[in-house]
């Protein structure tokens, strides 16, 4: 039974997180100073009135008077109206980068949960966690228990402890480790015994629990949905 860890497929989903949530954000920044340089100043429409007043003394009828007053009161709305808008454009620039971020966190997590499946149905069962009691002879692989006898235990955790420092064991080594004698003096045959024993014990208990399943006084019975079974 193949096993396979999860540690490289989540740094990996958070490497492409990081990624996009920085591209998605730095793309609406430059989109965002785009925009809001080339709106037009929200006081130009004053400064032309102004203008007008100032370089046209002759306007001074109670007609122009009052046409330069509307077109000055219609200066100050636009203003206001553009500034509201400003603030309009930057929240739902703001909106749309908190939208998109979601989207693709949630696009990571689901191409993720779906790569790490698709591992799961190839190559067997995952292992999240790995917990090995020699004083109760228990192994707690995930959210199983396993019963195992004290020399399989043994074995298994010389392999853990192999694991952790990136070690590869032979029979004899194996053997060695576990009688406490020099591997010259050791069988490769007795470690690949072990090995074997190990497989035997652990194996069928695994199988027992994801598999077969014993059913109380009444027998045994596939632990699958039936619409999955194919015969041919």
Sequence with gaps: MNIISASDAR???TRIAAIGI???????LVA???LFLNLPDANVFNARVERLFVENDDLTGPAEIRLLEILAQSGTTF????TSYRRIIFVLLVFATALLVAALVFLVT???LNRRMGEIERQGIQVASLLISREQSVVYLNDMEFKLSG???ETLGVLAE????DDVLSGAEIESMIQGKPAAECDEAAGATRIKRLRDGLGNQIVAELLVKTIARKGYMLSIDK???RMV
């Design 32 to 34: 965002a100073i785009l």
């Design 22 to 28: 920085a591209a998605i954000v730095g793309l609406l």
């Design 110 to 112: 689901i191409l993720g």
């Design 227 to 229: 619409s999955v079974i």
């Design 79 to 82: 203003s206001d109206v553009l």
């Design 162 to 165: 192999a694991r952790m420092d």
């Design 11 to 13: 740094r990996g989903s």
């Design 151 to 153: 020399a399989a235990i």
